[in-house]
Each structure stands twice: as structure tokens, then as C-alpha cells.
């Protein structure tokens, strides 16, 4: 067999857990084999030893059939492996050569000679089809670059074997399709690429192979010919997966927020969201799907209060709350689930009690005349816990301790137990796996039935396809089309998320 | 009095007071740039103060002339010796940088003043006997005008303190060596994946500090204050530390703040013979680089943006 | 072993390591260790009069420690503690020098007005971190500069006509005890204690019991999340620096109405305020363990001034063991790390 890789039987421990248990993993020449396994389940751990960031405990690793030892990414580069990381290994303040060069600088009389970085740079570019601007700012530059310049980085250094890690988590379904292009591309110029990711719709547009790793082993290594996404899913996961939510038709009743000409600014001063019109009713759940940076975080933001809204309306049950603090308008009647639950959710360093009542902990009965009532706090705490299954040792365990699925329960728990009009759930299950996704979507239906209306941002098309009752596609900061998700497809969305009219896309604007 | 004039007098004196600042700044670039955050300058000042100074008790006959320059080598090496304790404190043993520089402070002044009552049985050394002189620079003296101003009665570690700024900006920004260096300090994950030891990257750059902070203390014990006690540095390495951020990191950035910071000190001194100057209450001058300081870092200055990674240890292998 | 007990072997750790580099120093300088460290014990508990100077400089070391502790609880980091300090007691002494009042009414005057005077010079580096984000490092490190400076400034040109020293400070002012001064022998110990043992009470209450200690809790670990629950962060750094140079100020007004009760011109600073850091460190920012942490550095330095005088040994040698202990209580980790080493093996 002519593998150009090979992982064989490799363990790899942390304090306290066993990420890699006994996982072989082979790489043909030529091939683009798939790693895939859920969020947590050892796959970049895998990848991190094949490229020198970590050190296996026990295992062999195999390199055209020598076996070698790895021990920094150097060792990994002088063999020809190189890695594209899912988060941009890229100093913003360099330009886009000065990244690529770094560690390996082409030289003249000691100092740098930027003349031939560039021009080294941009044969490369050239090429691979990989198009960059080398004298660029990265900070200047668009996430698509940022990509190319991470996969030229690999290049530069002579890789023969690319690893991608994760690398459409920022891309359109158009850009996902030129980025499996550039691959293809690579394998006829004599490259071969693992690609780990979880997303199965990818290994079978793509891959020749895939590897399936479950909680740290290795389960099967399949042709994708052979195999079906059903298949795949019910291996990552162990089970029968059904890819649908059980829901009931949605009955929405009056509208609860209506976002009206809505005008907001960015960090730097853009706008980021302009003159959008959005309106939520009671017991619908309205998904909005777009492309991470086309206004989705400023919207929440100026709807929660943390951000100042230039012009435009956001009406709650009648009420303008625009321009409120962020505490009025959580009395007003929002809940919020954050995207990033560690930065914006918890204050992982207090218990899971005092972060249940984050945001109450100054009215009654948890505070009086300034004095805190821990007594009640911990009551509460302890309710919530049962209520909503978070598992943790007790209501005085650091929240830093439980694990992503329980942090993400807590939080719905301690927003949904406020009875909000609106509950906002951004990116709710972004790192959890497949039983604590399904108690989300579960739980967001839940309040939909009840009554409450739902706003959900999601980069996932399937979440937001699955559990919507209404889909609003956002791009560049305004509502573009307004689908129903039973009569759409992927395809549609995607177009429609890369900035394609409705009418371009055959649909008629369904408002 | 004609503007000629008052450059001649201006100039010389600035550049004496700038000179250890310059040092003493480049020196903190080096250690911040690559991510270490380094209160302890005016430690290294001291330390470098110190050893160049009993140095110079010691030895100046045996080297006579000679010996000051020999002392700025003493002054440097301890200088990195001392820093060393900062680096393995913060580097290897993680602690909070800035708790680390305060630590370091206290243990410079501590350990100084301890072997100087061991030494000599008090709290002050004698005055050195082999100072710098200040002299006319060959050649360059002879330039009408700017010879004048910049090379006439001139101390040479004052041309030396701007010729090394040349020299770190050099290789700050042109060799790949800083080109690392930076990449450290702004994206030490990014720079371990391109195959660059952060851990030894940080070392060097606190070294350098330590060498360069033990040299700006030795030129300013060798030309100003030509003595060592408890009181020789006070605030120095402060002053050196405002000009580096106001400076906004970059070697020629801290060698204009540490000039007009010099030129603020020096006012002390020669403001009685300025025109503008006699009459400004000498409090203002005092507080002048500092007030400075935090105006620059507020932005009225325009921003001043730190390395990214300034502060923060890196662990290797957390995702 | 659980996490509470290591909290407290690290800073025990930590001094008895520091004592041994002492002890190292000693030995290498041809000191006797025995002599050199006696000497120490006697400089505090040989006589009544040690043990009453003791008190009185942990009394400062106490309210710095709590401005320190204070500030890092709540995510700050305040170095500015000397030059809060400087213009709490100026402020005191001004106070006390200028005002005609019944003691009841003086006393209080002056110790609020330091405080106030500490805390209006803590809120420029917490309004300038609150509204511009800059870091307050390098802020407090210049204003203690600045505070040096102008204060000398203020001494010799507004208090008093071009001399290096104010007038002593009326009675009414003084935190003099006679009581406490019997005691110990005529030592300067003062009133100031108390003051300094109810503030520190004072800053558990808030930190433990009140929902500001909460909110200022929650926004010193972490200010986006604070933010999102409705805190407002910019506020509540404001807040923290205020009682953070309160204490500060205080510190001064110990200065000022206790031990010297004057206020002169200073060349360099006292250090109090950077040993506060130590008292902070070792004291776990918490407000027992400042107290706590404040006698021990207190009687570190008191005692160091009898070595000299006893076995010969510099004073410095104690303020080497203090940057010690420090930097080993700042590399907590790697201490931690021995200890798990220790415990695996013991385990085996």
C-alpha cells in the first residue's frame, strides 16, 4: 500500500483524560481522506501529534514508510506535513509575506530580503491558484485571504501533506465549494490532505476516504463511495440519528419584536447593520442565517442594549427599547444565550449558583438594602439545576468545572426561568454534542409552544433549517429574503447568503 | 541670547540626561516587544549603576583611563545576569510580569545596598576618580554648525546611546531575528507553528533588556552622578519605562520621547540660563514626562497599541 | 490536597524560602545566621517598645495592603498605592494644620479627607482605564511621580514658606495615644491601628456581603460577561479605584496624624506603597490575610533595624528576603507544581 502517512495505534493523555486511545490512521498518496468525529472527540489532538505539537504516550508514526519522531512543528515541516489551522495563525500587524516567510526568511547579507519574499510569495500564488496580495496588512484583508495565506504558508515550506482543520467553519456554501476546488487542485499537483471536520455534506462532495473517530477511538475507516451521510452521522455518533426535530406546526399570535429601519456602527465605525426590518411574533421562532461578519452580532448587540443603534426602532411588545442599557432591557423581557458562553455567558471563576442569578442578583429577595441574601440565591440555583439537568457536583462548584454541555444548560435555564418575552440564542450550540444540541433545540421549541418568540443566529444551515419556523437571510447588514424553511433548499440559502436577490435565485419574495 | 546659542546648550545637556533613558528604553523594546512585560527596568539600572561604579573604585588604576569603558561592559553583563531572575521568574515560572518587575526593583536596591554597607561600611560610595569626560568628537566636531551643537563637548556614550538606536531598529525591523521577536510578542501560537521558540525568543528579549538597562544605569552612574547610593536611579527607569510606551514600542519612537524626557530633566539644571524657560516653576518640568505619559496612552497622543501578546504567558500546548 | 489548603502553604512556603536566601546571603557575607536572624526576633519581640514600633508600621502596611488587595479583586492593578498615599497625607495634615475643631469633629475631618484625597487621585487612572481603555499600569506608575512632585511642590510653597517641613499638626488632628504609648514603652504606636483593623473589616463587608462586592467581583474576572448580565463595567472600575485610593489615603493619614504628625519633602518614596503589594500577594487578597500578611512584614522590617545594631547585618538583607518571598508567591505555579510532583510520589 502506498501510504504517505501513517499513525499507527496512537495514545495520547492529558491530566486526566485520554484523548487518543489506540487510533490508526492511514494517509494514501493522492487522496483527500476525512477526519471526522464530533466537537471533543480527538481529532485535532490526532492532528497536533502528526504535526509536533503534542507528544504521543505510546504509537508509531510513518512517513512513505519510514518510521519517524516528530517533536515540534519543524520535525513536521521538514517532512513535508504542513497545517492549515481552523483558527488564522496570522500576526495582524505583518503583511501577508511577512507571515508566510516567517521562520524561514530568505536572506541577503543577513538582513530580510523583502523583494525576494514577494516575489517568492507570488509565484507560489500563482501557481496554486491561491490569489493574495503579499505586501497586504493581514488586518486588512478578507477571511477568504486570511485562509489562502495559512494554506500558502504550508506551501512555502514545501508541504506535500496538508492537514485542514476544520476549514469552512467561515465560509459561504460558494466559497466551500471553491475551497474543494483549490484542493482537487492540489492533489493533481502531487499533494495529499487530510481533512479533519465534522461536517458530513463536505466528505461526501470531497473526500476518497474517512477516517471516524468516537470519544478517542478509532471506530472504522470507510471509502465515501460506499458510504451515505446517514451512515456516517449514526458512526460519529453511536447511535441513530434522525436528522429532523419532531415539531408541531407553529401558531404565531402577535408580533413581540419589531425592528424597524434599524442603523448600527461596528467597532471601527461601519456600519454593520443597515436599515434592517425584522419582525418576530409569539410562538414562531424566526432563524436568522447569514455568513459570520454580515451584522448578526451588532443586531444582538443593539437589541440587548450593548451597543448604540445610530437610527432606527426596535419595538418590544410595543415598547422602543433601542438604546436602553443592557439591564433595562433584560427587565423589559429578553433573554439572551450569548455566542460565546465562556467570554459573555459566565463568570467562570464564580459558582454555578452566583451565575445563575448574574443578572438578578440585586432585586429581590436575592439582595436587600445592598446585602446579598446568598440563601435564596443558592435556593434558586439548586431548582434550576434540577430543572434543566445540569449536571455538577453541587450549586457551589466553580462554573469553570462543568463541562460546555452543562455551562450551556445552566445559561438557558437561567434565562428561560426569567420568562422572557423574546428569548435571543446565539449560536446556541456551537462546541456541544449531538444529546446536549438536541436538549437545545428542544428546549427552544418548548418555549415557542409556549407562546414566548424565539430569535436564533446560526452559522449552521442544518440548525437553522431544522428548527426555524421562519428563515430571514442577513447580508451586509440588512434582511435580503424571507424564506420558508420547508421550501427551500440549501443551494437557495447559500445563494441567498452570498448576496443573490430572490428574483435571481427564481424564488418571489416571500414577506 | 541667539538660537545657536541656546541649541549649544541645550543640546549637549539633553543628550546627557537622554542618553541612559535611550539605553535603558531600547533595552525595555526588546523585553516588551517580545511579550514580557518589564517593570523591572529600574532595577536594571541600578544594578548596572552599581556594578560599574565599584568596578571603577576598584580598578581605575590598574586601567586609568580606560576604566570607565571597562566599567559600562561590567554594568551590561550584570545588567543580563539580573535580568535573567525576571525572565525565569515570568518565562518558566509563570508569574504575573509586573508583580515579577516590582520584585525585581526592591531585590536591586536590596542586594546593591547590601554589598555597598558590606563593602565599605556605609550607605554611600565615594565619588568615582575616572569619570567620563566630555570631549570633542573627531572629525564630526569640525562640521560648521551641527558640529558645533551635536559634537563639541559632548560625552561619546551619549553619540553611542543614538548609535545603538539605529542599530536596534535594524534589527528590530529588518533581520529576521526581530521579525520573530515581534511575532512573538504579538502571536506567540502563531510563531510556535512556524517552528519559533517562544520560551527561548522571550529569554533573549529579557536579556537584552537586562544588558542594555545595566548600561543606560552605568552611563548615567558615570557621567551624572558619578557615585552609588540608595538614591542614584530613583525614578530613572521609570522615566526610560514612559518613554518606551510613549514611544509606542519602536526604537526610534522611545529615542525621541527619551530626548525630550532628557531635555525636561536637563531644564532642572540649565533653566536659570534659558529665556523661556526661567520662569516656569520647576515642578512642571519634573512632571512633564509623566503627565506626557499618560497623555499619550489615552490617545491624545494618538494610540499607543502595545504588542499583542504583552503580558501574558504562554502555554505551550493549550488550545 | 484541596485547593484552599495549597492557597494558604504558598505564601507559608514562599517566606520560609525567603528566609533561607536570607539565611544564604547571610552566610556568604561572613555573617552568623543564628546572630543575624535573633537579632531580627529581638528587633520585634525583645521589648514592649519593638513590639509597639511594630504595630505602628503595620498600621500604614495594612491599608495599603487592603488598597492593593482591594483593586486586585476587582481586576485592577494598583501600583499607584505611594502616590495615593503621599496626597492622602498631605491632605491630612493640611487638615490638621489649618482647621480649629473639637477632636471629634477634626480627627474624622482629616482621616475623610485623606481618603477622599486618596480616592480622587485613584479615580483619574480608574476613569482613564473605564473610558479609554488604557491600561492603569503605567498610569499609577506615573502618577506616583507625580505625586511626589507636586507634593513636595504643595509643601514648600503652599503650606509653608519655602521650607522642607510643615508644621506639626494641631492635637485635635493626632491619632496620639497615651494609652498606647505606656504600654509599649514610649514607642510611636498610635491610634491608628484601630482605624486600620475597622478598615479592614470594612472591605470584607463589601466584598463578601454586599451586592456591589458582587458586581465589582463579577467585573474584575470578567467584565464582557459582567457587561452582558446588565453590570455597568465602566462604572464599577471607577468604583473599585475610588476605595481602592481611599485606602490608599488613609495609609497617608496614618503617616500624618500618627507617626510623624507633620509632612515633609520627600527625595524618593517611602515604599509603603510597594511593599503593600507584598501584604497583598502574601495576604491572598483577602482582607484577614492582609492583616495578617501586614504583621509579618511589619515585624520583618522593624526587627531588620536591629540587626545592624545586634549582629552587625545590614538592614537590606530583610528587604532582599521580602523581594524573595514575593517573587515565589508570584511563581505560585511552579511551587504548585512541586508539590503535585511530591504528592504523586508520596501516592506511589
Known amino acids: 500500500m502506498d501510504y504517505v502517512i501513517e499513525m499507527l495505534n496512537i495514545r495520547k493523555e492529558f491530566p486526566g483524560i485520554v ?112 490569489k493574495i496580495d503579499p505586501a497586504a496588512k493581514v488586518s486588512d484583508i478578507s477571511v477568504g485571504m486570511q485562509q489562502r495565506a495559512e494554506i500558502l504558508k504550508t506551501l512555502y515550506r514545501g508541504a506535500d501533506i496538508l492537514i485542514f482543520d476544520e476549514p469552512t467553519a467561515v465560509l459561504t456554501p460558494q466559497e466551500i465549494k471553491e475551497l474543494i476546488q483549490i484542493m482537487k487542485n492540489l492533489i493533481n499537483e502531487g499533494k495529499s490532505i487530510i481533512l479533519i471536520t465534522h461536517k458530513l455534506k463536505e466528505i461526501m462532495d470531497a ?64 456600519e454593520a447593520v443597515k436599515h434592517l426590518n425584522l419582525s418576530v411574533k409569539a410562538g414562531e421562532i424566526v432563524g436568522i442565517a447569514g455568513v459570520d461578519g454580515n451584522g448578526q452580532s451588532e443586531l444582538i448587540e443593539a437589541i440587548t442594549g450593548l451597543k448604540k443603534s445610530e437610527s432606527g426602532t426596535i419595538m418590544l411588545n410595543g415598547k422602543a427599547i433601542q438604546n436602553l442599557p443592557p439591564r433595562k432591557v433584560t427587565e423589559s423581557g429578553i433573554g439572551h444565550i450569548p455566542q460565546d458562553r465562556h467570554k459573555h455567558g459566565l463568570v467562570l471563576d464564580f459558582s454555578i449558583g452566583e451565575n445563575i442569578s448574574l443578572q438578578t442578583y440585586y432585586q429581590r429577595p436575592y439582595s436587600k438594602f ?142 | 541670547m541667539g538660537f545657536l546659542q541656546i541649541l549649544e546648550i541645550i543640546v549637549p545637556a539633553t543628550l546627557v540626561y537622554a542618553a541612559p533613558l535611550i539605553l535603558t528604553a531600547l533595552g525595555g523594546v526588546f523585553s516588551e516587544r517580545s511579550g514580557v512585560v518589564n517593570i523591572g527596568l529600574e532595577g536594571l539600572m541600578v544594578v548596572g549603576a552599581f556594578s560599574s561604579i565599584i568596578f571603577n573604585l576598584f580598578f581605575a588604576d590598574t586601567f586609568g583611563a580606560l576604566t570607565p569603558w571597562l566599567g559600562l561592559l561590567v554594568g551590561m553583563a550584570i545588567g543580563g545576569l539580573f535580568s535573567l531572575i525576571h525572565a525565569v521568574a515570568t518565562i518558566t515560572f509563570r508569574a504575573d510580569q509586573t508583580v515579577s518587575g516590582v520584585a525585581i526593583n526592591m531585590l536591586a536596591l536590596g542586594a546593591t545596598l547590601f554589598v555597598v554597607k558590606l563593602i565599605y561600611g556605609k550607605a554611600q560610595t565615594d565619588k568615582i576618580t575616572e569619570p567620563f569626560y566630555k570631549g570633542d568628537i573627531p572629525l564630526l566636531s569640525d562640521i560648521p554648525i551641527i ?64 544588558l542594555f538597562g545595566g548600561l543606560g544605569g552605568a552611563v548615567y552612574a558615570s557621567t551624572i552622578a558619578l557615585d552609588f547610593s540608595h538614591a542614584t536611579i530613583t525614578g530613572q527607569g521609570f522615566i526610560a519605562l514612559a518613554a518606551l510606551v510613549f514611544g509606542k514600542w519602536h526604537p526610534f519612537g522611545a529615542m525621541g520621547a527619551a530626548l525630550f524626557f532628557g531635555f525636561a530633566q536637563s531644564l532642572s539644571i540649565i533653566g536659570s540660563l534659558l529665556p523661556l524657560f526661567q520662569d516656569i516653576p520647576n515642578v512642571y518640568m519634573l512632571i512633564a514626562p509623566y503627565v506626557l505619559t499618560i497623555l499619550a496612552l489615552t490617545g491624545f497622543i494618538g494610540r499607543a497599541d502595545a504588542p499583542k501578546a504583552l503580558g501574558t504567558p504562554y502555554l505551550k500546548g493549550k488550545r | ?57 503595620v498600621t500604614p502596611y495594612i491599608l495599603s495592603g487592603l488598597a492593593v488587595a482591594f483593586a486586585f479583586r476587582t481586576g485592577l492593578f494598583n501600583i499607584g498605592v505611594e502616590g495615593q498615599m503621599l496626597i492622602g497625607w498631605i491632605a491630612a495634615v493640611w487638615i490638621g ?62 503650606l509653608t514658606d519655602h521650607k522642607d517641613k510643615t508644621d506639626n499638626i494641631k492635637s485635635t488632628a493626632s491619632l496620639h495615644s497615651d494609652f498606647f504609648e505606656k504600654i509599649t514603652d514610649f514607642s510611636s504606636m498610635h491610634n491608628g491601628i484601630i482605624v486600620a483593623i475597622i478598615s479592614a473589616v470594612i472591605m470584607w463587608i463589601i466584598i463578601q456581603k454586599t451586592s456591589k462586592g458582587f458586581e465589582l467581583r463579577a467585573v474584575g474576572m470578567n467584565p464582557h460577561a459582567s457587561q452582558y448580565a446588565g453590570m455597568n463595567v465602566r462604572k464599577n472600575i471607577i468604583y473599585s479605584m475610588l476605595i481602592s485610593g481611599a485606602f ?89 507544581l512541586v508539590m503535585n510532583q511530591m504528592k504523586k510520589k508520596g501516592g506511589k
Open chain 1, 207 to 270: 473526500c476518497h476516504r474517512v477516517t471516524i473517530i468516537r470519544k478517542g477511538q478509532g471506530i472504522r475507516t470507510l471509502d465515501v463511495e460506499s458510504t451515505n451521510k446517514d451512515e456516517l452521522a449514526s458512526l460519529m455518533v453511536g447511535r441513530e440519528v434522525s436528522f429532523k426535530t419532531d415539531k408541531k406546526e407553529a401558531s404565531p399570535a402577535e408580533e413581540v419584536l419589531h425592528i424597524q429601519d434599524l442603523t448600527v456602527k461596528d467597532a471601527r465605525g461601519i
Open chain 3, 248 to 336: 490608599a489615603g488613609l495609609a497617608g493619614a496614618m503617616e500624618g496624624l500618627g507617626t510623624f504628625e507633620y509632612a515633609s519633602i520627600k527625595d524618593a518614596f517611602t515604599g509603603v506603597g510597594f511593599d503593600g503589594i507584598a501584604v497583598a500577594l502574601l495576604g491572598g487578597n483577602t482582607a484577614i490575610g492582609v492583616v495578617l500578611a501586614a504583621l509579618l512584614l511589619g515585624g520583618l522590617k522593624v526587627g531588620a533595624l536591629n540587626m545592624p545594631l545586634e549582629s552587625g547585618v545590614p538592614t537590606e538583607v530583610v528587604d532582599i528576603v521580602i523581594a524573595i518571598i514575593i517573587l515565589f508567591v508570584a511563581s505560585s505555579y511552579i511551587i504548585r
Open chain 1, 370 to 511: 445592598g446585602l446579598m441574601n446568598m440563601k435564596n440565591i443558592y435556593e434558586k440555583a439548586k431548582r434550576i439545576i434540577a430543572e434543566y439537568d445540569v449536571r455538577t457536583p453541587s450549586e457551589y462548584t466553580e462554573a469553570r468545572a462543568l463541562s460546555g454541555g452543562n455551562q450551556q444548560k445552566a445559561i438557558i435555564g437561567r434565562e428561560v426561568d426569567r420568562n422572557p418575552d423574546l428569548l435571543i440564542a446565539a449560536q446556541p450550540t456551537r462546541g456541544l454534542d449531538v444529546g446536549a444540541i438536541e436538549f437545545v433545540h428542544k428546549r427552544l421549541i418548548e418555549q415557542r409552544d409556549k407562546g414566548k418568540a424565539v430569535l436564533l443566529i446560526s452559522f449552521e444551515l442544518d440548525e437553522i433549517m431544522n428548527v426555524s419556523d421562519k428563515i430571514a437571510v442577513i447580508f451586509e447588514g440588512s434582511i435580503i429574503a424571507i424564506v420558508d424553511p420547508k421550501e427551500t433548499t440549501e443551494q437557495e440559502l447559500g445563494l441567498l447568503m452570498a448576496g443573490s436577490t430572490q428574483q435571481e435565485v427564481g424564488k418571489e419574495a416571500n414577506v
Open chain 2, 147 to 210: 558640529g558645533d551643537i551635536f559634537f563639541k563637548d559632548v560625552y561619546y556614550t551619549s553619540i553611542l546611546a543614538l548609535a545603538l538606536a539605529v542599530v536596534a531598529w535594524f534589527v528590530l525591523f529588518k533581520m529576521p531575528f526581530g521579525l520573530r521577536l515581534r511575532a512573538v510578542g504579538e502571536h506567540p501560537m502563531a510563531a510556535d507553528t512556524m517552528g519559533i521558540k517562544v520560551y527561548r525568543m522571550r529569554y533573549i528579549g529579557v536579556f537584552i533588556s537586562g
Open chain 3, 1 to 57: 490536597m484541596s485547593n484552599r489548603l495549597t492557597n494558604l502553604l504558598i505564601p507559608l512556603i514562599a517566606i520560609v524560602l525567603g528566609l533561607l536566601v536570607g539565611a544564604i546571603i547571610m552566610l556568604a557575607s561572613g555573617y552568623s545566621v543564628i546572630e543575624g536572624y535573633s537579632a531580627l526576633w529581638n528587633g520585634v519581640f525583645g521589648e514592649t517598645y519593638y513590639m509597639g514600633e511594630t504595630i505602628r508600621q
Open chain 1, 19 to 130: 484523548a487518543n486511545d489506540n487510533i490508526t490512521l492511514q494517509l494514501k498518496k493522492g487522496e483527500i481522506h476525512a477526519l471526522l468525529g464530533e466537537n471533543g472527540a480527538g481529532k485535532s489532538t490526532l492532528m497536533n501529534v502528526l504535526f509536533g505539537l503534542y507528544q504521543p504516550e505510546k504509537g508509531e508514526l510513518k512517513v512513505h514508510g519510514k518510521p519517524v519522531s516528530i517533536s515540534s512543528p519543524n520535525d513536521a515541516s521538514d517532512l513535508g506535513i504542513g497545517m492549515v489551522h481552523q483558527h488564522f495563525m496570522l500576526v495582524d500587524t505583518f503583511t501577508v509575506a511577512e507571515n508566510i516567510i516567517l521562520g524561514k526568511e530568505p536572506k541577503k547579507f543577513g538582513k530580510i530580503d523583502k523583494e525576494q519574499a514577494i516575489q517568492q510569495v507570488q509565484e507560489l500564488s500563482d501557481r496554486y491558484g491561491l
Open chain 3, 97 to 158: 494644620t489649618t482647621v480649629n475643631a473639637p477632636m471629634y469633629i477634626h480627627l474624622p475631618l482629616a482621616l475623610i479627607t485623606a481618603a477622599a484625597a486618596g480616592a480622587l487621585w485613584g479615580f483619574i487612572p480608574g476613569f482613564l482605564k473605564a473610558r479609554f481603555y488604557v491600561h492603569e499600569v503605567i498610569v499609577t506608575i506615573m502618577m506616583n511621580y507625580i505625586a511626589l512632585h507636586v507634593t513636595n511642590f504643595i509643601i514648600t510653597n503652599v
